[in-house]
């Protein structure tokens, strides 16, 4: 069994900034891509930024520039550093990793269990 644990959603102020964190633990042999993804009220969850393993990087036009992504490997920990935010900002925020329990294994999708990010002043 693999785990995703996330912290930081908070409420702030249009302009400010927060940083997400997504700690994966459990069985894992690797964890491949990792990622954040948002869901406002009313609305579709969208992808926000993803990172591969190598540190490749995706982002939604909606937040480049504003937000960063990275991941540490050695504590498979990832995080989303978002600054400049904006009342449109607000949802809540769902890390994924897929991952591996064992070198043959087949890699598979885990979802933390959403923080909440409200921008409002």
């Known amino acids: 069994q693999v785990q995703l644990v996330e912290s930081g959603g908070d409420l702030v102020q249009p302009g400010g900034s927060l940083r997400l964190s997504c700690t994966a633990s459990g069985s894992i042999f690797s964890i491949a891509g990792m990622g954040w993804y948002r869901q406002a009220p009313g609305k579709e969850r969208e992808l926000v930024a993803q990172i591969t393993s190598v540190g490749r990087l995706n982002y939604a036009d909606s937040v480049k520039g504003r937000f960063t992504i990275s991941r540490d490997n050695a504590k498979n920990t990832m995080y989303l550093q978002m600054n400049s935010l904006k009342p449109e900002d607000t949802a809540v925020y769902y890390c994924?990793?897929?991952?591996?329990?064992?070198?043959?294994?087949?890699?598979?999708?885990?979802w933390g269990q959403g923080t909440l990010v409200t921008v409002s002043s």
């Open positions: 994924y990793a897929d991952a591996r329990t064992s070198a043959r294994g087949d890699y598979f999708r885990v």
